[in-house]
């Protein structure tokens, strides 16, 4: 099982290696690939270093498997000649997210969809991954009318310039920026670039992936995208509101069965979700449980993910995961 990295050098490409290591992935020949200016760099894996090889060259290495996290230009250029040369891609940018012809998945919720026609699979945006990692169980349930989603993220979902930019901040040293402003003791309610319609790209794609992966059009998504100087994961404050009523005992029973979720919630104790308990974990944290006592048929809650895990790495391994299970590579 051949198995290449494209972004190997990348925060999240990084953490793919750390992956796949940690999950014993039949890996029997890593290929790590990145752009021209680092071929030729080191990385590690399994204890073992591996030179940065071009796309070209990765190409013509025949690996099975393709992780793509490398950005949407770089996806929409490259990730079609993979896929021609009998190679299948599981990509972390936006690229293919909402073409119709892909698939966009989170193997707990709809890897099903997954058939041998699939040679470029989207890895969803890492806020949408983590909601409706809760939400799935709730929607079967209950069935979702409506979602009212703020998100709070940490800036390890910018990159590595990001993480510089606080750090240099909290130290008094003058650097390069990622964020037209400040980051530490600041927020920037603006993720993305802004559309005409007033929203950013990260809030639209959490209103169109949510539908998507859910198979549920008729749901009402609206978001506000917000990043935060923490470096632990991402943290969302979702309200929704359901077709049918609810008891708060059945919504803890379907969520502390849900796979890949655990529920913290015990105000009591003030146990609850937060990003330094998520960092480094790949189980979406769920809290905060309550009913809106203004709207009827309606939840809060609050949501904590590693967004370079669960999020991003860990997501894309278990579609892999996904793939060799089910003899599709």
Known sequence: MKIAVVGATGLVGTKMLEVLAERNFPVTELIAVASEKSVGKQVEYG???YKVVGMQTAISMKPQIALFSAGGSTSLEWAPKFAEAGIRVIDNSSAWRMDVSKKLVVPEINGDVLGVDDWIIANPNCSTIQMVMVLKGLH???KIRRIVVSTYQSVTGT???????????RAGVKGEMAYAY???????PQ??????????????????????????????????????PVMGGHSESVNVEFEREFEMDEVRDVLSNAEGVVLRDDVKQLVYPMPMDAENR???FVGRLRRDESQARTLNMFIV?????????????QIAEWLVKNKLC
Request: without cysteine.
């Open 47 to 49: 204890g073992k270093l």
């Open 191 to 228: 993720i993305d670039l802004f559309t005409d319609n007033g929203y950013t790209k990260e809030e639209m794609k959490m209103v169109n992936e949510t539908r998507k992966i859910l198979r549920d059009d008729t749901i009402g998504v609206t978001a506000t995208t917000v990043r935060i």
């Open 159 to 169: 990159g590595v310039k990001a993480v510089n930019q606080m750090m240099n901040e």
């Open 182 to 188: 400040r980051i530490d003791m600041n927020v920037i």
């Open 140 to 142: 079967e349930r209950y």
């Open 282 to 284: 790949d189980e979406v």
């Open 305 to 317: 993910a590693d967004n370079l895990r669960k999020g991003a790495a860990t997501n894309a391994v």
